[in-house]
């Protein structure tokens, strides 16, 4: 049977993304904590763990740190050690000295006592990354995480911060689906291979938009072909691949089960093709 693996630990390959978890961004950007719904918030992560999913995906962003707050809840009482719990530390918190408070903050928030991944949310121009990295290591040191990792990086930028860290970095989260492959090329992909660096794909039903709001007439064919909806093809395109794990988010049961049901689907070599040709290569968000 085929595993998933982030820096040699097992996880599922579909995890549980968070944003928009108990909180949300204003149209001038502004993050925003948001409590009204936080119960079956819980809820959908409490259901996702008990319907097999071990990966939970977090951030100091999410929901002005209230997301984490809500992962805390959800997480309680479980067996620790069946989880693996990454959270990202932002912009505010990237300078080496400030990297290892994020992650104590994350950690109260929590209510764990170390992460399995910390990861630094994406390379900031305005910031060496020598300082984040240093950050990440140090963190690493004072026993507040297993293992480090990126975000949104370039196949360069990726590189680099290997080249930097003294710790392994084991993943590199960004955006990746079936119609934006952004950053990930062959490039990618060998830098990926050679030192052991998942790729972490996020948006992987595009926010719907490869899910009950897809339009695409070639993901619509191709799953009524293979007999899945399109929410389950995208996903499955995804974990099919080597070295791969996603982390959608879902906050129904219904969203729950049927992502999951996608690593039941085999996607035929032409329909694979196809699908593989559909996506767009860019840098940006
Ligand atoms: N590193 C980064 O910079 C970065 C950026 C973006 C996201 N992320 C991480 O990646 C995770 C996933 O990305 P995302 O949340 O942006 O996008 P996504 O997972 O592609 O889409 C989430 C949206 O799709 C809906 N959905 C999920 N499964 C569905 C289904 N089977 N049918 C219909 N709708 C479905 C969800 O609705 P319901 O909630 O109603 O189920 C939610 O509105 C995030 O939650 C976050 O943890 C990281």
Sequence with gaps: ??????????????????????????????????????????????????????????????????????????ISGLDREELFIATKVWRSHSLRHAVPHAAEESLRKLRIDVLDLLYVHAPWDSIPMDEYIAGLDDAVDAGLTRAIAVSNFSADQLLTAVRLSRHPIVANQVRYNLLHHGQVDSHMRDICAEHGVTIVAYRPVERRLLADQATSPAVLDIAAEVGCTPAQLAIAWVINQPGVVTIPKASSREHLEENLAATRVQIPGGAQARLDSLGRKDGTE
């Design 1 to 74: 049977m085929r595993v998933w693996r982030i820096g040699g630990r097992t996880v599922h390959p579909i995890g549980i993304g968070t944003w928009g978890m108990g909180g949300d961004r204003l149209p001038d950007g502004e993050i925003f904590a948001d409590y009204r719904d936080d119960d079956r918030e819980i809820e959908a992560i409490r259901a996702a763990v008990e319907l097999g999913q071990n990966h939970i995906d977090t951030a100091q962003l999410y929901g002005a740190g209230h997301t984490e707050e809500i992962v805390g809840e959800a």
